[in-house]
């Protein structure tokens, strides 16, 4: 069982940046595809990037393109989103999760990722 804990979030005006890490448990988190989700108050949980084992391929919602990058560093065990020009619509609990395996579009479905972490809280304001 992968254990994954997000830090990182918090309160920030419209156009500042955040930057959340995620710590995994897992020895094996290089062989996993990593990503990043979001859940707004009423609204369901959405795709927001995520990034192969070797971080060779990059999927990213259009939402956050050009504004949020995530990274890893496999010898920590540990993956980054760094958020940039932040709008009130981003909004959210942000979670990581990992996929054993994932391909293509498969990489943007919530279904194919587990061991959700307990996620972080950002909060934009206008």
């Known amino acids: 069982q992968v254990q994954l804990v997000e830090s990182g979030g918090g309160l920030v005006q419209a156009g500042g940046s955040l930057r959340l890490s995620c710590a995994a448990s897992a020895r094996t988190f290089s062989r996993y595809v990593m990503g990043w989700f979001r859940q707004a108050p009423g609204k369901e949980r959405e795709f927001v990037v995520a990034i192969s084992w070797s971080g060779s391929r990059i999927y990213s919602a259009d939402s956050v393109k050009g504004r949020f990058t995530i990274s890893r560093d496999n010898a920590k065990n540990t993956v980054y989103l760094q958020m940039n020009s932040l709008k009130p619509e981003d909004t959210a609990v942000y979670y990581c999760?990992?996929?054993?395996?994932?391909?293509?579009?498969?990489?943007?479905?919530?279904?194919?990722?587990?061991?959700w972490g307990q996620g972080a809280q950002v909060t934009v304001s206008s």
């Open positions: 999760a990992y996929s054993h395996y994932c391909s293509g579009y498969e990489c943007y479905d919530s279904s194919y990722f587990g061991s």
